[in-house]
């Protein structure tokens, strides 16, 4: 079971982060004369109800600054609402993840920060802008405020359109859906292109270690990676580039294979320590390692069964069942700082060897730098 590629993700979080109704926004005037709008940059157009306001940030990554740009009107009165509109540059990425994982996984990571403040996300589907591949998701909060929006990558431009308003009003419902469907962007995404070829996987041989006395397993622990684990015999070890830009990202599998039962790690960094500043980046990593597990697993048939949350050397882990009417096992991911794991064992047929899986779980270390 292959994880899915590493990816640069945290500009589509930041253009969603930044698509969140202002604390101090001050009503636009107009009323609601709605009237079509189209900035400058003519990136895109959009239905308005009056006159929107536009304001630029800088979205500093260290490894990648952008501009933000923001076009956003808040209506008056008790039941006003926002309609905002945000775009910004992505950085070039030479990772062939599909863009829908990408969007999803974006996602993720902005309704998790949202649920701290009450916000639950209750519905998201496929949406196509002028052939290029989008979301849509909404969310309510006890209030009875709802957001919608709509998310989409055009060629270098990650485009989010938002409206927050509330939920129980018809008109302003009809409203949100006529500025959500009247934003359309200036370009076209042509057909997606061929699937490019996959990266060029580097076999590094055996990683072999101390065998435990009283179980008969090696200890396997790479002398690159921070992580060990107990593997019943030496694992074969390969490497790829998973992406050169924005920054270079590689994927290491190790794994071990025995009577029907397999045993994987797979590392994935090293991520430039000031991706970390942001906010929303480790839950983006879960999001992308779960989305990337589950892309494989349902390829064999396997269902992916969330099992709650547990720590690893200090780390952030989520544990997974794995189940099927011939395969069943376990998976962890675990965030740290520069690497994300992804550790499973899984077996075939009904009966799995749950003392062995217990053994390999119960065994991983990971160190800090």
Not at 2 to 19: D, E, N, S, T, Y
Not at 96 to 125: F, K, M
Not at 180 to 206: I, R
Request: a neutral charge; hydrophobic letters at 40%; glycine letters at 8%.
């Amino acid at each position: 079971m292959r994880l899915g590629r590493c990816i640069h993700l945290a500009l589509f979080g930041a253009a969603l982060l930044a698509a969140a109704p202002p604390s101090a926004a001050q009503p636009a005037a107009g009323g609601r004369a709605w009237r079509t709008y189209q900035p400058p940059s003519k990136v895109f157009t959009a239905e308005f109800p009056g006159a929107p306001s536009y304001e630029s940030k800088l979205v500093d990554q260290g490894v990648y600054k952008e501009t933000a740009h923001r076009h956003w009107l808040v209506q008056p009165g008790r039941d006003g609402a926002l309609f905002e509109v945000v775009h910004l540059k992505v950085p070039p990425n030479d990772g062939n993840l599909p863009v829908g994982i990408i969007l999803d996984a974006t996602i993720d990571a902005v309704a998790a920060q949202h649920r701290q403040r009450g916000l639950r996300e209750v519905s998201r589907r496929e949406v196509i802008l002028k052939g290029c591949v989008g979301r849509e998701f909404e969310a309510t909060d006890p209030h009875g405020v709802s957001l919608r929006g709509r998310v989409f990558i055009v060629g270098e431009q990650i485009l989010t359109a938002v409206y927050v308003g509330p939920a129980r009003s018809a008109a302003r419902q009809q409203e949100a859906r006529r500025f959500l469907d009247s934003v359309t962007a200036a370009e076209s995404c042509a057909p997606p292109p061929a699937a490019p070829p996959e990266p060029e996987v580097k076999k590094l041989g055996k990683v072999s270690g101390p065998v435990d006395a009283a179980s008969g397993w090696m200890l396997i622990a790479p002398g690159q990676s921070r992580f060990s684990a107990l593997m019943p015999g030496a694992a074969e070890a390969e490497e790829e580039q998973a992406q050169q830009k924005p920054y270079p990202l590689s994927l290491r599998t190790y794994s071990v294979g025995r009577d029907e039962t397999f045993y994987i790690v797979v590392e994935c960094g090293d991520f430039p320590a000031e991706m970390n500043r942001l906010a929303h980046f480790e839950e983006m990593k879960f999001s992308l390692g779960y989305r990337g597990l589950a892309s494989e697993a349902e390829k064999m048939g396997v269902r992916i069964i969330p099992e709650g949350n547990v720590e690893v050397g200090g780390h952030k882990g989520r544990q997974y069942r794995l189940a099927s009417d011939d395969i069943n096992g376990r998976a962890l991911i675990v965030s740290t700082p520069e690497k994300f794991y992804m550790f499973a064992a899984f077996a075939t047929g009904p009966d799995p060897p749950a003392a062995d899986f217990a053994r390999f779980f119960s065994s991983i270390k990971i160190t800090r730098p």
